[in-house]
């Protein structure tokens, strides 16, 4: 069977954009360029004030297996420096991001769905966090990241082992936010990024940074709400029992 050429594809519908990783032969393994077409991929996306989420997910039935390892053969250090900002690239965007899990989403796959701001996962999704297994160190900003999403202990079971644990356990951990019957990942994820969508991207931006650890940018968002009409459009909304209007963009 002849498989395309590894691609990053991506399609924006109802104002959500999706991010798929393409590379089916190797179970959707990240190559270099991969990793080199994803951080001005998120650019494009976040600079189109059309787009007000995004879901990222793998072809078919597996999410990401990790970095393609004959990219490691010739450069370990500059394939996991591409690795870390595309991580980097994706925790910064500006929008909701939300990782659809279906099956392995090991190594870089699991990096990558890390950086997103939630994780759904279909049963049958299996993690793995594996740079014990090649003898690589986990870069301290990945670590952190890591430790932030399922705590210190968890963390290091993850790394130290390498093992692969299923969909409930990283349920139980806090590495994935909802696990979906077979067959109802893609409803469920259509379901709550149209609620996303409709939702203040106000709210949702100074929320991100917040829950990211900004300290720093108080006066920022207040000044942001004071003058966005947002606020204002949600309240009216609320007394007039119909959907808000919300207009402030990341752009804006």
């Known amino acids: 069977m002849e498989y395309p050429e590894p691609q990053l594809l991506h399609t924006v519908t109802d104002a959500v954009a999706t991010v798929v990783v393409h590379h089916p032969?190797?179970?959707?393994?990240m190559t270099a360029a991969m990793w080199r077409a994803l951080p001005p991929l998120l650019d494009t996306l976040a600079a189109d004030p059309g787009v007000r989420a995004l879901v990222l997910t793998g072809e078919g039935g597996t999410f990401c297996a990790g970095a393609d390892i004959s990219t490691l053969r010739e450069g370990p250090e500059e394939a996991q420096g591409l690795a870390v900002r595309a991580e980097e690239a994706l925790a910064a965007f500006p929008k909701p991001t939300l990782a659809a899990i279906r099956g392995h989403c090991v190594g870089g796959g699991a990096q990558l769905a890390a950086a997103c701001d939630l994780r759904f996962a279909e049963e049958g999704a299996l993690f793995g966090v594996t740079p014990a297994n090649l003898g690589i160190v986990y870069t301290a900003s990945s670590t952190r990241r890591l430790v932030s999403l399922v705590g210190p202990a968890t963390a290091k079971h993850l790394l130290f082992s390498g093992e692969l644990i299923d969909a409930e356990r990283a349920l139980?951990?806090?590495?994935?936010?909802e696990v979906?019957?077979?067959g109802e990942l893609?409803?469920?994820?259509?379901e709550f990024t149209r609620i996303l969508a409709s939702r203040s991207q106000l709210t949702q931006a100074a929320a991100k940074e917040f829950a990211s650890g900004r300290t720093d940018r108080d006066a920022h968002w207040a000044e942001q709400a004071r003058g966005s009409g947002d606020t204002a459009e949600g309240v009216a909304a609320f007394?007039?029992?119909?959907?808000?209007?919300?207009?402030?963009?990341?752009?804006g």
């Open 25 to 29: 032969a190797k179970r959707n393994a």
């Open 186 to 190: 893609a409803k469920r994820v259509v």
């Open 180 to 182: 979906l019957p077979e």
């Open 239 to 251: 007394l007039e029992r119909r959907a808000p209007r919300f207009t402030w963009t990341t752009s």
């Open 172 to 177: 139980r951990t806090g590495l994935v936010d």
